[in-house]
């Protein structure tokens, strides 16, 4: 077993990520190739799926010259893309226009059709309380076929990104759990797909489009073509694993595979998700979806939008200085606001920041939030405001957990990857002001790892998804929340929790008049 080597492809927003791996979990090598995102109208993005096949070719090809590996020591391929990302394709697979992209939200008319509908339907929208998300397929497809009714009815199949790089590697056309649980309204205990979803926003005839296989994360959705196989320098045969959606993906390089834990995926966002043993829903959270990831199971999931690139936009427009004096000492600029800020008490000296600069997911799902500074003084420096945007993230997640909480969902600890694992202070904050502890393992790109471990399962290198996650997934540490500096943030988190229903009245009126002058 130890001879045997995973490949794990990952399409994220901006390139196209692959790993190697041992049989045991190593990360052997990486490489990854951008490809541009079109916006030709406002809240639109595209790309194209022939620079997707490009940038997974030429990032395939340097991992496997970097990693010494010859073809036939590929045991497995697992791959994930975004989702919902929609591609209408020929019979071959061939893409007939640029993939309509995960965050586009052209669709907000089609969602708005299905917001009067009552019943199961609604448990998937935060128990009902939230409209439809124009991310969703129903909804991408109602557009597609209202306003490029040419392409919907050329099209024989509409498939998710990560159903498009299954068929591109193995020929194989199939829905996967994931996606068709979380953006497509498929319910096993329902039947399958909610039909009604798609007869109330217009587009009830396109079944016939939709691959009819809804394979769960794991199974072998085929071998590797020939023609895949000489692109990408790899071994035609070689088994392919059905993959999804890379959020959840990194699940799976987490091992958070039971109820009791939760992924916490950092980057430029927080996603946050969870194992249910019943199908549980409730304000402030999405779900539950059944068989996302684990068949009898039931995922949930929350996120913040402005988490890392809060940060990052801070960094680059607010502390010049900052990263003047980091480059002539050798070190980030991260590092050194991480270096001046660690000393602050819990609060940043009387600050709260509400980040949400790009709107918010959940609790609210509200596009037109924006962020707010309370407290701020003559007194404050930038490490005040780069610390307070910190602890603004964690509070974030503990408001997130409190949602969870009130449906009778209660993590024991969560599990860790990411951009955030970088600085241990930040993780450490993170167990301080939720009360959680934080696990964190061996590798940080625990999509790709989990991409791995689906391929392993796939290729008989361990019987199971289960069993290879607990093999191949190694936790290295976990922190611990503090018990003293908890109780300083209780109150905190609190103050911040009643920030936004305070001013959300305001900040609606600000954004309408904004656009409405724009």
Same mark, same amino acid.
């Given at each position: 077993?130890?001879? !045997?080597?995973?490949?794990?492809?990952?399409? *994220? +927003?901006?390139?196209?990520?692959?790993? =190697?791996?041992?049989?045991?979990?190593?990360?052997?090598? &990486?490489?990854?190739?951008?490809?541009?995102?079109?916006?030709?109208?406002?809240?639109?993005?595209?790309?194209?799926?022939?620079?997707?096949?490009?940038?997974?070719?030429?990032?395939?090809?340097?991992?496997?010259?970097?990693?010494?590996?010859?073809?036939?020591?590929?045991? *497995?391929?697992?791959?994930?893309?975004?989702?919902?990302?929609?591609?209408?394709?020929?019979?071959?697979?061939?893409?007939?226009?640029?993939?309509?992209?995960?965050? $586009?939200?052209?669709?907000?008319?089609?969602?708005?059709?299905?917001?009067?509908?009552?019943?199961?339907?609604?448990?998937?929208?935060?128990?009902?309380?939230?409209?439809?998300?124009?991310?969703?397929?129903? &909804?991408?497809?109602?557009?597609?076929?209202?306003?490029?009714? $040419?392409?919907?009815?050329?099209?024989?199949?509409?498939?998710?990104?990560? $159903?498009?790089?299954?068929?591109?590697?193995?020929?194989?056309?199939?829905?996967?759990?994931?996606?068709?649980?979380?953006?497509?309204?498929?319910?096993?205990?329902?039947?399958? #797909?909610? !039909?009604?979803?798609?007869?109330?926003?217009?587009?009830?005839? =396109?079944?016939?489009?939709?691959?009819?296989?809804?394979?769960?994360?794991?199974?072998?959705?085929?071998? @590797?073509?020939?023609?895949?196989?000489?692109?990408?320098?790899?071994?035609?045969?070689?088994?392919?694993?059905?993959?999804?959606?890379?959020?959840?993906?990194?699940?799976?390089?987490?091992?958070?595979?039971?109820?009791?834990?939760?992924?916490? +995926?950092?980057?430029?966002?927080?996603?946050?998700?969870? /194992?249910?043993?019943?199908?549980?829903?409730?304000?402030?959270?999405?779900?539950? &979806?059944?068989?996302?990831?684990?068949?009898?199971? #039931?995922?949930?999931?929350?996120?913040?939008?402005? +988490?890392?690139?809060?940060?990052?936009? &801070?960094?680059?427009? #607010?502390?010049?200085?900052?990263?003047?004096?980091?480059? /002539?000492?050798?070190?980030?600029?991260?590092?050194?606001?991480?270096?001046?800020?660690?000393?602050?008490?819990?609060?940043?000296?009387?600050?709260?920041?509400?980040?949400?600069?790009? *709107?918010?997911?959940?609790?609210?799902?509200?596009?037109?939030?924006?962020?707010?500074? @309370?407290?701020?003084?003559?007194?404050?420096?930038? %490490?005040?405001?780069?610390?307070?945007?910190?602890?603004?993230?964690?509070?974030?997640?503990?408001?997130?957990?409190?949602?969870?909480?009130?449906?009778? #969902?209660?993590?024991?600890?969560?599990?860790?990857?990411?951009?955030?694992?970088?600085?241990?202070?930040?993780?450490?904050?993170?167990?301080?002001?939720?009360?959680?502890?934080?696990?964190?393992?061996?590798?940080?790109?625990?999509?790709?790892?989990?991409?791995? =471990?689906?391929?392993?399962?796939?290729?008989?290198?361990?019987?199971?998804?289960?069993?290879?996650?607990?093999?191949?997934?190694?936790?290295?540490?976990?922190?611990?929340?503090?018990?003293?500096? %908890?109780?300083?943030?209780?109150?905190? =988190?609190?103050?911040?929790?009643?920030?936004?229903?305070?001013?959300?009245?305001?900040?609606?009126?600000?954004?309408?008049?904004?656009?409405?002058?724009?």
């Amino acid at each position: 077993m130890t001879d !045997h080597h995973l490949l794990g492809i990952d399409y *994220g +927003t901006e390139s196209c990520r692959v790993g =190697v791996f041992t049989a045991d979990g190593r990360p052997v090598t &990486f490489a990854a190739t951008p490809y541009p995102t079109h916006r030709p109208k406002p809240g639109w993005a595209e790309q194209s799926p022939k620079d997707w096949w490009n940038a997974l070719v030429a990032s395939t090809r340097q991992a496997m010259a970097q990693s010494g590996l010859m073809p036939e020591q590929i045991a *497995g391929i697992g791959y994930d893309a975004t989702s919902y990302s929609l591609v209408p394709t020929d019979a071959n697979g061939n893409a007939l226009r640029d993939a309509i992209m995960w965050m $586009d939200v052209r669709a907000t008319r089609q969602a708005a059709r299905a917001d009067s509908l009552e019943g199961h339907v609604r448990r998937y929208n935060a128990g009902g309380t939230q409209p439809n998300s124009a991310e969703w397929a129903p &909804f991408k497809l109602a557009w597609l076929k209202e306003n490029e009714p $040419d392409i919907y009815d050329q099209a024989r199949w509409l498939l998710d990104a990560p $159903d498009w790089v299954g068929a591109q590697l193995t020929g194989q056309f199939a829905n996967n759990t994931c996606s068709a649980s979380i953006r497509m309204y498929h319910d096993r205990t329902q039947g399958g #797909f909610l !039909h009604q979803v798609y007869d109330v926003t217009g587009c009830g005839d =396109v079944f016939a489009k939709l691959p009819e296989p809804v394979n769960p994360l794991g199974t072998q959705l085929g071998v @590797l073509t020939g023609r895949a196989a000489e692109a990408l320098g790899l071994r035609p045969g070689t088994p392919v694993a059905q993959g999804g959606i890379d959020a959840e993906h990194g699940m799976v390089g987490l091992n958070v595979l039971t109820p009791g834990r939760m992924s916490l +995926t950092t980057g430029s966002s927080h996603v946050m998700l969870g /194992q249910a043993e019943r199908p549980i829903s409730g304000t402030g959270f999405w779900g539950a &979806f059944t068989d996302a990831v684990v068949p009898g199971l #039931f995922l949930v999931e929350t996120s913040g939008v402005s +988490t890392g690139s809060a940060l990052n936009w &801070f960094k680059d427009n #607010f502390a010049h200085d900052v990263l003047i004096e980091a480059e /002539q000492q050798g070190v980030s600029g991260y590092d050194l606001l991480n270096e001046r800020s660690k000393d602050l008490r819990p609060g940043s000296d009387g600050l709260i920041i509400n980040e949400y600069f790009q *709107g918010n997911r959940t609790p609210y799902s509200d596009s037109k939030a924006r962020g707010v500074i @309370l407290g701020l003084t003559l007194s404050h420096r930038p %490490h005040h405001l780069y610390r307070a945007l910190q602890e603004a993230v964690c509070y974030g997640v503990a408001l997130n957990l409190k949602s969870l909480a009130a449906s009778g #969902f209660v993590p024991t600890e969560m599990v860790m990857c990411g951009g955030a694992t970088r600085s241990r202070d930040w993780v450490q904050m993170h167990a301080d002001v939720t009360g959680v502890p934080i696990v964190m393992t061996e590798v940080a790109d625990a999509v790709a790892l989990g991409s791995c =471990v689906l391929a392993a399962a796939a290729a008989g290198v361990y019987p199971s998804v289960a069993d290879a996650a607990q093999a191949m997934v190694h936790e290295k540490e976990t922190v611990h929340p503090r018990p003293d500096l %908890h109780e300083q943030y209780v109150p905190l =988190v609190r103050l911040y929790g009643k920030l936004y229903p305070a001013v959300h009245e305001l900040q609606h009126e600000l954004t309408d008049l904004t656009e409405a002058r724009a």
